[in-house]
């Protein structure tokens, strides 16, 4: 950029909402570092969520339920940092936020006040919806989540798809609608049936962004290590592998590798010199010693 570029401005929540005026789709990935969010920018998205996922994607754990407010701060942090135009959506962590309204809002007010969020994500319906119409009346926006919620995969019979039946399609659209009056700005709906997004859609105000929901959310989610394949963990049915980093990135360590065990590399051009005589000098000062 020029020093008389104008800066690409930050979009806001009354952007998204035009978009969805507009049946402009909205693009959202799950990114959680700061060369991930330079890339989400730089590739035009609308929204970045540093999703609890990371847990598993960049620390290591078995599922999304050990990760810990510090954990995930750190991550935001380094996104924010990355991030200039896309809106920055932070993830609450399980165990942060469910308690009390007061846990819930101190929690989400330090993933504004430490990592610089404009919105934080919390999930299901129930008690969260307390927690969501608390989180809005203290001037932090939500963005809620239903269908499949990650945090509590077990207690709804693991990482599988939610209602598929008409009475379960109906607690879905139930929460959604919930969360909708306890004045959340956006739902995520992530593995519910095609038809259950159909039926939910024109019942909402607020833009829905969709994971394995189908065509008629206002705009779609995909983890970053899952569309570019470098998570080599099992992906979702809803995965779309748009690149194969992994593999690039595996392909070029070996490379190296190789060059360093065959003494190919570093060649002569990989290294610094000294100045003319400079070398006869120090030979001459280390003979001396």
Known sequence: MSAHATPTPRLTLGDIAKKKAAREPIVMVTAYDYPSAQIAD????????????????????????PVTIDEMLMLTKATRRGLTRALLVGDLPFGSYEASDELAISTAQRFVKEAGVDLVKIERGGTTVHRA????????????????????????GGYRA??????????????????????????VVEAVPSQVMAALAPLLRVPTIGIGAGSDA???????????????????KFVKRYADVRAASVAGVAAYAAE??????????????????????????????
Do not use: C
């Not at 730089?42 to 847990?55: E, F, I, P, T």
């Open 42 to 65: 730089a590739a035009g998205v609308d929204m970045v969520l540093v999703g609890d996922s990371g847990a598993m994607t960049v620390l290591g754990y078995d599922s999304t339920v």
């Open 133 to 156: 119409r608390a989180l809005v009346n203290a001037g932090i926006p939500v963005v809620g989540h239903v269908g499949l919620t990650p945090q509590t995969a077990t207690a709804l």
């Open 162 to 187: 939610q209602g598929r039946t008409a009475e379960a399609a109906l607690a879905v659209i139930d929460d959604a609608l919930a969360l909708q009056e306890a004045g959340v700005s956006l739902i």
């Open 218 to 236: 206002d705009g779609q989610v995909l983890v970053f290590h899952d569309l570019l394949g470098i998570y080599d963990g099992p992906a979702a």
């Open 260 to 289: 360093v065990r065959s003494g190919v590399y570093p060649a002569p051009e990989h290294g610094y010199g000294m100045p003319e005589g400079e070398a006869a000098r120090l030979r001459e000062s280390l003979d001396t010693r």
